[in-house]
């Protein structure tokens, strides 16, 4: 039998052609999904396609999908975080006050982001060093980090920001060359997030640990400085979304960002992001948001209550995940 | 001179005496099938070469120098590499990223280090090539047969230019056709000069590659000889003490 030098076969690709890679992809199906929505909204309704109301989709899903590219990190280690919604609302609830005060924007910001990266700290500290389960550390600072944004704003609304009102506003509400800030920002942070994913020794090793905790100890790579530094990402990214919010709202009060773990969550897992750990892409968590606020308009423009999208999005969450169970039992050996 | 010798090594705990003035050496590129019944202390012998456990007594020496090992990496510095099967792969990621996993090249693109994938793939295909095994850098590793991922997990230890390779259980739940290709993979190390200390339960596979077996039995090596000049049987004896030593 005449058999293959072996040095031809070490480096013979497996991977097929390029339609059946991204055919192989979860993102590609989410990402037809959402545009088949779209374009069915198109015809159904007159109201979908109109400039003001795809201004309105494109900067709602910018909150989700910011947060998500950190929440996808947090999923692809192994974990989760619950509570990115009270991070958004204390960065909020920060920069507001400090502007209140008189402050300029720049240190208005540069305060809530501070505070959003010391709450991943104390997260990722809790959960790499005195191993305590993600679940159980998030969910108590999302009480935590929202009681103590009430605490900060005496549980007031703050309108009025100060000297850089007007900046705040242009940053979060504004556009430039027709596309929302919040979007230009999103598709910014999308863009560096993938990129860490792929080329940085962090990306690599943040996967490895969702992978397989106890091989990266082994080998050497600092995995708790890594987890406590994918929670400080996670955060940051709550943090931005927060100062970003309140400058489209023009206004912040201390229900901002309320259950809005959920909707992150379920854009992550929706974009790929496998809830066992080691999985997910940053341009996935873009498109699960995407779609996530696609569906989330169309009921309201279809005239179905509001009360409905719970049952929506909890339903995203399970069903993504039961589709990934129905792929691995298949797969598997 | 030998790649290892130990000489009468003792390992207590408390009252417990898990090794008993062992004492064995291994030439480079000898491979050796150590066997024993469960708690007879082949792990606990394993892992005083591999620097988990300090030693209660006796001597280790490396190419005849003696050598103090106070945790897994400074016997990862002399040349020691233990290879766990399922412990230390990710089945999410490729061959190559699995072979270099946290001690990834990186290139710098100023304030930036970016990962090297090209120096990873090229560096593992050498690696497998001198394995000879069919295993491909960028496929993901959770598509991979039992003796491929035990070549990652040996390329692993390549890497570093381990002298002494200890294989805990290599083919333990794995198909015929993949412990041929596991043994295969044991015989080039040897070929290479790594002296390759087999841990196993399975008798054939032991014969098979081994050049020496030791068996080990309630702390005391029994037998250490030219597996040329012992038999499955006589080995089964000296496992469960119907022979005394030998």
Not at chain 1, 44 to 57: K, P, S, Y
Not at chain 1, 228 to 233: G, T
Not at chain 2, 31 to 49: E, H, R, Y
Request: proline share 3%; hydrophobic share 50%; net charge positive.
């Amino acid at each position: 039998m005449n058999r293959p030098a072996i040095s031809d076969v070490i480096d013979r690709s497996e991977h097929g052609g390029l339609i059946s890679r991204i055919t192989s992809q979860q993102t590609f199906w989410v990402l037809l999904a959402a545009v088949v929505a779209c374009i069915s909204l198109s015809l159904m309704t007159d109201t979908f396609a109109t400039e003001r109301n795809l201004f309105n989709v494109t900067r709602n899903f910018a909150f989700v999908g910011i947060i998500a590219l950190g929440m996808t990190a947090v999923i692809a280690s192994g974990g989760i975080d619950l509570s990115v919604g009270s991070t958004l609302v204390l960065s909020a609830m920060t920069v507001g006050v400090v502007m209140a005060a008189g402050w300029p924007f720049w240190i208005g910001a540069f305060a809530a982001l501070s505070v959003s990266l010391l709450v991943g700290a104390i997260n990722g500290v809790l959960i790499a060093y005195a191993k305590m389960p993600p679940f159980v550390v998030t969910l108590g600072m999302l009480s935590i980090a929202r009681s103590l944004a009430m605490v900060l704003s005496d549980n007031k609304m703050i309108y009025e920001f100060g000297p850089d009102h007007d900046v705040l506003l242009w940053l979060g509400g504004g556009s430039t060359l027709g596309l929302p800030h919040p979007l230009i920002i999103l598709l910014i942070l999308a863009a560096i997030t993938a990129f860490a994913f792929r080329w940085l020794r962090w990306g690599q090793h943040l996967f490895a640990i969702g992978g397989n905790e106890q091989a990266a100890v082994l080998t050497g790579i600092p995995v708790n400085l890594v987890k406590v530094s994918v929670y400080m990402f996670c955060a940051l990214m709550a943090g931005i979304t927060g100062v970003l919010e309140v400058g489209w709202l023009g206004g912040v009060t201390t229900n901002l960002g309320q259950a809005m773990e959920l909707s992150v969550i379920a854009a992550a897992v929706i974009g790929g992001a496998n809830l066992a750990g080691g999985v997910g892409t940053a341009f996935g968590a873009v498109i699960g948001a995407l779609l996530i606020e696609v569906i989330r308009n169309s009921l309201i423009l279809l005239g179905i209550s509001t009360f409905w999208q719970g049952t929506f999005v909890g339903s995203f969450i399970i069903v993504a995940v039961a589709f990934d169970r129905f792929r691995q039992s298949r797969s598997a050996p | 001179m030998s790649a290892l010798e130990l000489k009468n090594v003792s390992k207590h705990f408390g009252a417990i005496q898990a090794l008993n003035g062992v004492s064995l050496s291994i030439e480079p590129g000898e491979v050796v099938g150590l066997m024993g019944d469960n708690g007879a202390g082949k792990s606990t012998m394993v892992k005083v070469i591999a620097g988990n456990f300090a030693p209660s007594s006796g001597e280790i020496f490396i190419n005849g120098s003696k050598a103090h090992f106070h945790k897994p990496l400074d016997a990862q510095k002399a040349g020691i590499e233990a290879v766990y099967q399922d412990l230390a792969i990710c089945n999410n990621l490729s061959a190559a990223s699995n072979v270099f996993l946290g001690r990834e090249p990186v290139r710098r693109f100023g304030p930036v280090k970016v990962v090297d994938y090209g120096a990873m793939r090229r560096r593992a295909s050498e690696l497998f090539a001198r394995l000879k095994s069919e295993t491909r850098p960028r496929d993901l590793v959770r598509k991979m047969s039992g003796g491929q991922r035990q070549a990652v997990a040996i390329a692993r230890s390549l890497l570093t230019d381990a002298r002494i390779i200890l294989m805990d259980e290599p083919t333990a739940a794995i198909s015929v056709r993949q412990v041929a290709e596991v043994l295969n993979l044991i015989r080039q190390l040897s070929e290479h000069g790594i002296a390759v200390v087999l841990i196993s339960h399975r008798m054939p596979d032991v014969f098979e590659v081994a050049d020496k077996v030791a068996v080990l039995r309630r702390g005391k090596l029994v037998a250490s000889k030219d597996a040329s000049q012992s038999s499955p049987e006589e080995v089964t004896g000296l496992i469960t003490g119907a022979i005394e030593s030998a």
